[in-house]
């Protein structure tokens, strides 16, 4: 059959990034245990377009990803998929981004219930044929913050919101990504209290108090999670976004900071 995709374009225009978006697929996730987490990805997947060609083919991105979908998958494997897309799409470069929900176990502070605890994270790989392939890790975690200004000018209490702490991060070529697990736990120390989804009556009364007992701004915890990041051997570059969903507002406080090591 003709092959249409593989035909001259005359436009003289290269397209950056062309290939296929919202597609889901399971895929297996490597853990810090050593095994692993099967999760269900949200999947972006593209390649540069040289000018001369009129399209890409996109039934190869979902071939391509077929066959991974089965296989524990990390920065190496993220590296082999666009190699293999690179190669199989002859294209000057790919780039590969997985979304997906991971779950993190949590033990209740006092009555020591476990439960799972959803995160949301990214897996973006980028590669340039004969260049040097970027991993970046995105990762987004609830937590609780406590106001420092109302505890000081109330007789009594003081307004606590949930937030959400988002952290984008590379690291150097020889240097290997920080687990999603530990990378959460960074993330958790720096709020007034993490989240838990399940809390007894006694877990209820230890959160409330760790809060109060660690009032902390919007800016606080950006800044303690700045630190905290700056102190990971081999970070490359780092944003940081921060986000309170106020209790007595109808607007949310934010805050937001990037910087590179390289």
């Known amino acids: 059959m003709k092959d249409i995709q593989n035909t001259p374009d005359t436009r003289g225009i290269a397209i950056q990034r062309v290939g296929i978006k919202d ?11 050593g095994g692993y987490q099967t999760v269900l990805a949200d999947i972006q997947f593209t390649v540069a377009l040289p000018r001369h060609l009129k ?11 077929s066959e991974w979908s089965t296989k524990p998958i990390a920065e190496k494997e993220m590296e082999d998929i666009l190699k293999q ?8 470069s790919a780039l590969l ?11 209740a502070p006092v009555s020591g219930k476990e439960s799972l605890l959803d995160v949301d994270c990214k ?13 970046t890790l995105e990762v987004d975690v609830p937590y609780t913050s406590l106001c420092p200004c109302s505890k000081e000018i109330s007789d009594y209490g003081a307004h606590n ?4 702490m988002s952290v984008t991060i590379r690291f150097k070529d020889d240097k290997e990504c920080i687990f999603i697990e530990d990378l959460v736990k960074l993330m958790e120390d ?28 919007v800016e606080d915890i950006l800044r303690d999670l700045v630190i905290a990041l700056r102190g990971l ?6 944003r940081v976004e921060c986000e309170n969903y106020e209790s007595i507002h109808n607007h949310n406080a934010y805050a937001a900071h990037e910087e590179s090591a390289e």
Not at 23 to 33: N, V
Not at 55 to 65: D, W
């Open 85 to 92: 897309a690179i190669e199989h799409l002859d294209a000057d």
């Open 55 to 65: 399209g890409t083919h996109m039934s190869r991105f979902m071939e391509i990803l």
């Open 233 to 238: 051997d081999g970070q490359s570059y780092f």
């Open 97 to 107: 981004t997985l979304g997906f929900k991971y779950f993190i176990r949590k033990t």
């Open 123 to 135: 897996f973006i790989g980028e590669l340039a044929r004969n260049g040097r392939f970027v991993f």
């Open 161 to 164: 919101q949930r937030g959400k």
């Open 190 to 217: 720096q709020a007034s209290c993490p989240v838990y989804p399940l809390l007894k009556r006694v877990d209820e009364k230890f959160v409330t108090e760790a809060a109060f007992d660690n009032p902390k701004f």
């Open 23 to 33: 597609a889901k697929l399971p895929f297996q996730i490597k853990t810090k245990e």
